[in-house]
C-alpha cells in the first residue's frame, strides 16, 4: 500500500512540474510574439513618417511651382497694364491739344464773323444811301425804276428774250436729267452691297439610312402625323442619308425642317414626340419672325408701323422672289427710297415706310388670293398705316397710279435693287422648263391657236381660234386651264390665265 502511495505521489509531483514547464514555455512565447509585434508596429510608423514627409515635401515643390506662376502672370498683367495706361494717357494728352486747337479755330471763326457782319452792314448802308441819292437824281422809285427798265428790255429785246427762254428750258431739261442720274447713281454707289442669293434648304440630312424607317414608322403613322401637324409633304426618295420638306408655305416649310432635325438627332420619332417637336418649331419660328420684323423696322429707321404689321412684315425673312431674299431686298429699298427722298426733299420717312413695306403681301399671297400688291395694301388698311404709306407702296409694279412723289421713289429703289446684277437670280433651265410646261398645257387644249407666258410666269395669254370657240367656251377654256395648272404645275403664288377671242376681218378696196 505504502508503495502505491508512493507512486501516485511521484506522479502527482510529475503532473505538476509538467504543468509549471509547460506554462513557463508559454509565458516565454507570448513574451516573443509580443515583441514582434511592437516592432511590426514601429516599422509601419516609420514608413508612415516617410511618405508623409515626402507627400509634404512634394506639395511644398507644387505650391512653390504655382506660386511662382502665379507671380510671374501678375508681374506680366501688371506690364500690360502698366502700358495701356501709358497709352491712354498719351491719347487723353492728345485729346486736350486737339481740343485746345479746336477752341482757337472756334474763337478765331467768332470774330472773322463779327468781322464780316459789321463788313455787312457797312455795304448795306451804303447801298441804301446810293439807292436814295439815285432815287433824288431820277425822281422815281426804286420799284417804278425797275418797272421802266423791265418794260423798256422787254420792248426792245422781246426775241432776244423769247430764244434765251426757249434755251434755259433745254438746259433747264438737260440739267434735270443729268440731276436725276447723280442722285440715282449716289444712291447706288452708297448702298451698293450685294445681297447674298439666299434659298432655304428644304432638305434635311440624316445619320444614316435607317433614320428614314424611324421617319415612317410602323404602317406610315409617324409620317402622316408629321405631315397632318405640319401641313407639308415629305419626300422619301432614293438620295441617301436625306429627305426633302416640300411646301408651298415657306414659314410651315421651316417649321417641318427644324422639327425633323431636332426628331432625326433625338433619334424617339413617335407621334406624341412629335407633336411636341412640332409644337416646339412653331415658337421658335414666331420668335425668329418677331425678331427679324423688330430688327428691320429699327435698322430702316420706321418706328410708325403697327406691332402686327411689323410681325407679318418678319415672314419675308423666309420668302424668296428669284434667289433674291425678299426681306433683305426690302430693307435695302428703304435706304435707297430714303437717300433719293432726302436728294428730292421729298418725305424721307414715307419714302422709308413704304418701300420696307411695298412686299409685305408676299407673306401670305400663297395664303390668300390676288396680286400681292393687292395683298399688301388690304393689310395695311386693315392695321391703321398711314394712308401716305400705302399710296407710295401701291405703285410700285404700276398696277395704281403715282400719286405721290413717294410713290414714284419707291418704283425707282425697287428697280434699283432688283435691277442689279447678282442681285437676283434663278436658274435657267428651271426657269425655262416651268414656262415650256405652262405654255404646253395650254397649247394641249383643241381650239388654242397660241399661248405665251409672260411677267416671268405670273400670267399666260391664250389666243383661241374664234371658228373653234365661241364666247362661252372661252369662258370653260379658262377655268379647264387654270385648273390643270394648279393640277399639275408647282409654282409660288398665282398664275393668271388670260383668254383672247378676236374676230378679224380684212376686206380690199380696189
Avoid at 511644398?60 to 504655382?66: K, N, P, Q
Avoid at 420684323?293 to 424668296?320: K, M, N, W
Amino acid at each position: 500500500m505504502s508503495s502505491l502511495v508512493i507512486i501516485a505521489i511521484i506522479a502527482l509531483s510529475a503532473g505538476l512540474a509538467g504543468i509549471a514547464v509547460g506554462w513557463f514555455l508559454r509565458f516565454i512565447i507570448s513574451l516573443g510574439q509580443k515583441g514582434s509585434m511592437e516592432l511590426e508596429i514601429k516599422e509601419m510608423m516609420l514608413e508612415a513618417r516617410q511618405d508623409a514627409e515626402k507627400i509634404t515635401q512634394k506639395a511644398e515643390e507644387e505650391s512653390g511651382r504655382i506660386l511662382k506662376e502665379a507671380k510671374d502672370d501678375s508681374k506680366k498683367t501688371e506690364e500690360r497694364l502698366q502700358k495701356l495706361e501709358e497709352r491712354l494717357a498719351n491719347k487723353e494728352e492728345l485729346l486736350d491739344r486737339r481740343q485746345i486747337d479746336l477752341d482757337d479755330e472756334e474763337e478765331d471763326i467768332k470774330n472773322k464773323e463779327q468781322s464780316l457782319n459789321e463788313i455787312k452792314e457797312q455795304l448795306e448802308n451804303i447801298r441804301k444811301k446810293k439807292m436814295n441819292e439815285l432815287e433824288k437824281v431820277s425822281a422815281l422809285s426804286l420799284k417804278e425804276a425797275k418797272e421802266e427798265l423791265y418794260r423798256e428790255l422787254e420792248e426792245e429785246s422781246e426775241e432776244d428774250i423769247k430764244t434765251r427762254i426757249h434755251k434755259l428750258e433745254i438746259a433747264g431739261k438737260e440739267k434735270i436729267e443729268e440731276r436725276a442720274k447723280e442722285i440715282l447713281t449716289s444712291a447706288i454707289q452708297r448702298l451698293g452691297n450685294s445681297i447674298p442669293s439666299e434659298v432655304f434648304a428644304t432638305s434635311v440630312d440624316l445619320p444614316d439610312e435607317s433614320a428614314k424607317g424611324k421617319i415612317i414608322g410602323k404602317e406610315g403613322r409617324n409620317i402622316k402625323t408629321f405631315e397632318r401637324l405640319t401641313g407639308v409633304e415629305v419626300v422619301i426618295d432614293d438620295t441617301p442619308s436625306s429627305v426633302m420638306i416640300s411646301s408651298f408655305d415657306p414659314v410651315r416649310r421651316h417649321v417641318a425642317v427644324i422639327a425633323l432635325q431636332a426628331l432625326v438627332k433625338d433619334g424617339r420619332i413617335q407621334p406624341a414626340k412629335i407633336e411636341k417637336e412640332v409644337s416646339k418649331a412653331q415658337k421658335d419660328v414666331n420668335e425668329i419672325i418677331k425678331k427679324k420684323g423688330e430688327e428691320a423696322a429699327y435698322e430702316c429707321g420706321v418706328f410708325s408701323l403697327d406691332p402686327r404689321i411689323v410681325q407679318i412684315l418678319g415672314r419675308l425673312h423666309f420668302r424668296t422672289s428669284y434667289g433674291q431674299n425678299v426681306l433683305d431686298h426690302s430693307k435695302e429699298m428703304a435706304h435707297i427710297a430714303g437717300m433719293i427722298a432726302e436728294e428730292l426733299g421729298a418725305d424721307v420717312k414715307v419714302a422709308k415706310a413704304a418701300a420696307l413695306v411695298h412686299d409685305i403681301g408676299k407673306a401670305v399671297d400663297h395664303e390668300v388670293p390676288g396680286t400681292h400688291v393687292e395683298i399688301g395694301r388690304r393689310i395695311l388698311q386693315k392695321f391703321g398705316a398711314d394712308e401716305a404709306i400705302i399710296k407710295g407702296m401701291q405703285a410700285h409694279h404700276e398696277e395704281y397710279p403715282y400719286e405721290t412723289v413717294e410713290s414714284v421713289i419707291v418704283q425707282v429703289a425697287d428697280s434699283i435693287s432688283g435691277g442689279r446684277p447678282g442681285a437676283r437670280q434663278e436658274g435657267v433651265e428651271n426657269y425655262l422648263k416651268r414656262l415650256d410646261e405652262l405654255e404646253g398645257i395650254a397649247n394641249s387644249f383643241d381650239g388654242v391657236d397660241n399661248a405665251y407666258a409672260i411677267q416671268a410666269g405670273r400670267e399666260i395669254r391664250v389666243f383661241v381660234r374664234p371658228d373653234e370657240i365661241s364666247d362661252i367656251e372661252s369662258r370653260k377654256v379658262a377655268r379647264e386651264i387654270a385648273q390643270r395648272i394648279e393640277n399639275e404645275l408647282k409654282y409660288p403664288g398665282e398664275i393668271k390665265v388670260t383668254v383672247i377671242r378676236e374676230n378679224k376681218i380684212i376686206e380690199y378696196a380696189r
